[in-house]
């Protein structure tokens, strides 16, 4: 079976930090441009961050410059979003993604993306 599988939610107050974890199964990363999006309740999910499959370049989108990191771990078969500095805007159901993309990019339509995670909550509050 196809697919990726989330962990790593939860709540933390802010200026706390958090990982994401993301595994797949059945497939193989490698060759994926694997990226990171969030939903917030009412509004539109968005793009965070994404890694390309081949020089692993980074890209984030402003509200989470310095404050996150993506990686990724082929070995493992695992990608990563490690959160520091959380506000509670940062609040929202977190998804990963792979799409075979030749040009890694997180603000593309999401359905350039084919697979997904099934989604991890975190929470930015005191």
């Known amino acids: 079976q196809l697919q990726l599988v989330e962990s790593g939610g939860g709540l933390v107050q802010p200026g706390g930090s958090l990982r994401l974890s993301c595994a797949a199964s059945?497939?193989?990363?490698?060759?994926?441009?694997i990226g990171w999006f969030r939903q917030a309740p009412g509004k539109e999910r968005e793009g965070v961050s994404c890694i390309s499959s081949g020089d692993g370049s980074t890209y984030y989108t402003d509200s989470v410059k310095a404050r996150f990191t993506i990686s990724r771990d082929n070995a493992k078969n695992t990608m990563y979003l490690q959160m520091n500095r959380l506000k509670p805007e940062d609040t929202a159901v977190y998804y990963c993604?792979?799409?075979?993309?030749?040009?890694?990019?997180?603000?593309?339509?999401?359905?350039?993306?084919?697979?997904w995670g099934q989604g991890a909550q975190v929470t930015v509050s005191s």
């Open positions: 993604a792979a799409g075979r993309l030749d040009m890694c990019d997180y603000t593309l339509p999401v359905h350039n993306y084919d697979y």
């Open positions: 059945g497939f193989s990363l490698d060759y994926y441009c």
